[in-house]
């Protein structure tokens, strides 16, 4: 062998030798990459299950489930230094402040929550408290949460009467007495007689007693600030089960309601005269007949203000005697309406025809009094309860001149109308509603329950449901809201969105979970979103905000229509259409209610400083908050814009956010970095297009083949080059899917004006953090791919992850450059942003660069999207040509957008 010989066989071993090691760390780079994506989506789950341990007060599951995320956000830190040479180790002192003042917040809290929660204000009781509210107070709740005129209010949990129960020790005696009842031994009349006495003999715990004067006092100063200043003040003691105003079991009429209560003693002796009711011998015998355990300790104490009622009743919203003659039944009875609910007074009957009614007469249509008064039965009325100055009730006589006159005006009646149709097309079944009219008119809603519907037989009838749903997800923050759809497809519409003031509540829609919409998260009614998970930034921002979320819709962009009135019920993750003609008045009547200008959709949705972040619950409300702030809130919401820094990481979701973003950029300098030591690993793709880059193989990404071991890396590389069949990676053979498509025009020529303008442009982009355009190569993996290209006079960047975990699939994508001239480049990058934003990615366009992103998407979504991507470079090749006027964009993406994948064929047209 002579000399040049040895010498050349040297340089080649040196030369595999480095590029072998250039391979070796590449692909721990992305096996650390890969680690990393899953690390984070654990942390996002475990910032969700410290939120709802948080909000259920389970402060031992809340300590172990901090425990584990502070651990697994470090290993993020250690992750993005890995992925970035060391370039981030002040990420660690970070993690080690941020980790000890949480654990100092928890100590607080845990400390503080040693006393249970017994009283929650009506309008801070979130979803995840209802199982401690019961059903009636949870029902008021979400009523008042879309503003519809129900009492304000506060519920003494469940805890409170199991404690109440068990610090008297009678829990043991009440399930003794049971026994004997269900022996035989005792007569349930007796037993519930002995444990009414031993009710009224206990005392209340000390910590209950101070949380409910409270509760009560701040209920006062609320309710007298309304009133002008009245120092009077009463409010009612009403039952709320968990097992109560259900459809299968409503136990109307079996526990005691205490009115007109005017003092804190009388307030504690009502609370106990509703637990004992709970013990009558009527809810004894209920539960045993119903099936149900008769030594049941779930019962709730709703404390709501006083109506001064001139005239209360029932409003069912569909006749139960002829469902299906689309009249509503509606009694009325004059002052408190209780005697009425025992038949002691005769009371009003009204059947007004449904406003949706289509065999109403046109006489009917045309005159409200006649379809509202029509077959209405006027009684006598002789007595009434009203409010005693004392507190309690006291019986009167009706005057004379008011025993025959309609308790009821035809606006009242169009009014109830209205709500009863409103909650039914809220709640999709009909509806036994409870309520009082003032003596200035105005109406209270009291009570909402589903009503259950009957054959003349006793055969139970399904309740009528509402319309089929228009979309379909997963619930991601429980809740339900009204209101009008608004579309935002990029961060443009999302900026344009925060200036506008709606006098009507709003439904946020969303092609996927766009991070920068959590700034103005608490102006929305609720979130739609097209490509996400309950795990995801926004929802769990929307969870603490207490805004109702659905997502995983895949469709909604597609369906819904900004400015169209929907019901968002994120509790059954359904969309389904609201009443126009209901809503557009209440939204109206709203706002102009309020007085203090704010538009109906900040009255609707919760605003920020009554979201649950300041959720007010008595007792603890500020050490709650405190670590609240340290986990959940997500403060970088603009990634690379001057505030997307470390130094503004004030929360573990900031510190979660801000690695995964760097760490994407990482994989990113990897390729370049391995085109100097490895650029014989890498091998040209050959589609039969004149559209080129070389692959370099992470693993799993090509079919293997043996390669020569003589000559330079171009001269290897090209003697072994990769077909179609040769390329295993899912995002890239989904990518080649579309770049193949047969309708696109890879073997035109450039349009003669655009390609004078070449000369001299430069095709870099310098704007972004990551320059477009350096090297035409790909990174692949089996379920990833990198691709950096040009694309004949643009500059293409692709990274994707197309995977089985949705969480951590994504595609982002960069286009720019061009040699026409930044006017039509830019007509180009609107004609991207179009298509793009039509296939569900956010985009944001500044001059002739486009940037989008889709995260959170299924395998078969993100596959199908690099599908386009490819069909897309190829029918954006010498498209600048085409963009001669401000129109052609549209028109371009039009034809896209159906399919028609060849410009050539809209040149004429368009230009």
Not at 196 to 217: G, N
Request: aromatic content about 6%; overall charge negative; hydrophobic content about 40%.
């Amino acid at each position: 062998m002579s000399v040049f010989s040895e010498i050349r066989t040297a340089i080649a071993n040196r030369q595999r030798r480095r590029e072998q090691l250039a391979l070796h760390e590449l692909k721990a780079r992305y096996h650390a990459f890969r680690i990393f994506l899953e690390n984070n989506g654990r942390a996002l789950e475990l910032l969700v299950e410290a939120d709802t341990a948080m909000n259920h007060g389970e402060y031992e599951v809340l300590q172990t489930t901090t425990d584990r995320l502070l651990s697994v956000t470090g290993e993020l830190v250690d992750g993005l230094n890995l992925l970035s040479g060391e370039a981030y180790t002040n990420l660690f002192v970070l993690h080690g402040t941020m980790g000890e003042r949480i654990q100092e917040a928890l100590r607080t809290l845990t400390t503080q929550a040693a006393t249970p929660r017994c009283c929650i204000a009506l309008d801070s009781l979130e979803p995840s408290l209802y199982p401690l509210a019961g059903n009636k107070a949870a029902n008021l709740a979400q009523l008042q949460r879309i503003h519809l005129p129900v009492p304000d209010g506060f519920v003494c949990t469940t805890r409170c009467c199991r404690d109440f129960l068990a610090d008297n020790d009678l829990v043991s005696s009440i399930r003794n007495l049971m026994r004997e009842v269900e022996q035989g031994d005792l007569e349930i009349s007796a037993a519930a007689q002995l444990i009414r006495e031993s009710i009224f003999k206990a005392s209340l715990p000390q910590v209950f007693m101070q949380e409910l004067r409270d509760a009560y006092t701040t209920l006062g100063k609320t309710s007298n600030s309304k009133e002008g200043g009245n120092e009077r003040f009463a409010i009612s003691v009403r039952s709320s089960g968990v097992a109560e105003d259900r459809p299968d079991h409503s136990f109307a009429g079996q526990f005691t309601s205490v009115l007109n209560v005017t003092t804190f003693d009388a307030l504690c002796d009502a609370y106990k005269e509703v637990i004992a009711s709970g013990f009558s011998a009527r809810a004894i015998a209920y539960r045993i007949n119903a099936g149900l355990s008769p030594v049941d300790f779930d019962l709730a104490v709703l404390c709501q203000s006083m109506v001064d009622a001139q005239c209360a009743g029932v409003m069912m919203t569909h006749d139960p005697a002829r469902p299906d003659s689309n009249r509503l039944l509606i009694s009325a009875a004059p002052g408190l309406g209780t005697l009425a609910v025992g038949g002691l007074a005769p009371v009003d009957i009204y059947y007004p025809w449904r406003s949706d009614s289509d065999g109403v007469s046109t006489a009917h249509q045309k005159e409200p009094r006649l379809r509202l008064m029509d077959g209405a039965e006027i009684a006598r009325k002789t007595i009434r309860e009203v409010s005693a100055q004392a507190g309690g009730v006291t019986t009167e006589a009706v005057p004379e001149s008011e025993s025959d006159a309609p308790l009821l005006s035809v606006d009242t009646l169009q009014r109830l109308v209205n709500y009863g149709e409103m909650i039914e097309n809220i709640e999709g079944v009909a509806q036994d509603v409870e309520w009082a009219v003032t003596h200035d008119g105005t109406i209270q809603l009291l009570q909402a329950r589903p009503l259950r519907l009957t054959t003349r037989s006793g055969h139970s009838l399904p309740a009528p449901s509402s319309a089929e749903p228009l979309v379909t997800g997963i619930c991601a923050s429980s809740g339900k809201a009204v209101g009008r759809a608004y579309l935002v497809r990029n961060v443009e519409e999302l900026q344009g969105a925060q200036m506008t003031q709606d006098i009507e509540p709003r439904i946020l829609v969303l092609p996927q979970a766009l991070v920068d919409a959590a700034r103005s998260l608490h102006s929305y009614a609720g979130v739609i979103i097209d490509s996400g998970n309950p795990t995801d930034h926004l929802s769990c921002i929307a969870r603490e905000y207490g805004i109702p979320l659905v997502t995983s819709v895949r469709n909604g962009c597609e369906v819904l229509q900004t400015g169209q009135w929907i019901v968002l019920d994120a509790d059954n993750g359904l969309v389904q259409p609201a009443s126009e003609h209901l809503w557009n008045s209440f939204a109206q009547n709203v706002s102009g209610a309020s007085g203090d200008g704010k538009p109906a959709a900040q009255l609707v949705a919760p605003s920020l400083e009554t979201s649950s972040s300041s959720i007010k619950i008595i007792g603890m409300p500020e050490a709650r908050k405190a670590l609240w702030e340290l986990l959940v809130p997500l403060n970088l919401t603009e990634a690379y814009g001057p505030t997307f820094s470390w130094q503004e990481c004030r929360s573990v979701h900031d510190l979660v956010r801000y690695t995964h973003e760097l760490a994407v950029l990482a994989m990113f300098d990897a390729g370049d970095s391995v085109m100097e030591e490895a650029g014989g690993l890498l091998r040209p793709l050959d589609l039969g297009i004149p559209f080129h880059f070389l692959v370099i193989d992470l693993g799993g990404a090509t079919r293997r083949h043996e390669a020569s071991a003589c000559g330079s890396f171009l001269k290897r590389a090209i003697r072994n080059p990769l077909c179609k069949d040769d390329v295993l990676s899912v995002p890239l053979v989904a990518l080649c899917e579309g770049l193949l498509t047969p309708e696109l025009n890879w073997h035109s020529k450039p349009d003669a004006e655009a390609f004078s303008g070449i000369v001299s442009r430069t095709m870099l982009d310098g704007r972004g953090v990551r320059p477009a355009g350096s090297f035409n190569y790909a990174l692949a993996a089996r379920d990833y791919l990198n691709l950096n290209a040009r694309v004949e006079f643009h500059f293409a960047m692709l990274d994707a992850v197309c995977g089985g975990d949705a969480q951590a699939n994504y595609i982002r994508f960069r286009f720019k450059g061009g040699g026409a001239g930044l006017v039509r480049g830019h007509r180009r990058a609107v004609f991207l942003k179009l298509v793009l934003e039509g296939h569900g990615f956010v985009t944001s366009v500044i001059g002739d660069l486009i940037t989008a992103s889709l995260t959170g998407a299924s395998r078969s979504v993100v596959r199908e999207q690099l599908v386009m991507l490819g069909r897309l470079l190829g029918f954006s090749r010498f498209l600048d040509g085409n963009m001669t006027d401000d129109d052609a964009p549209k028109k371009l993406a039009e034809s896209f957008l159906k399919g028609h994948f060849d410009s050539r064929d809209l040149e004429e047209g368009v230009a």
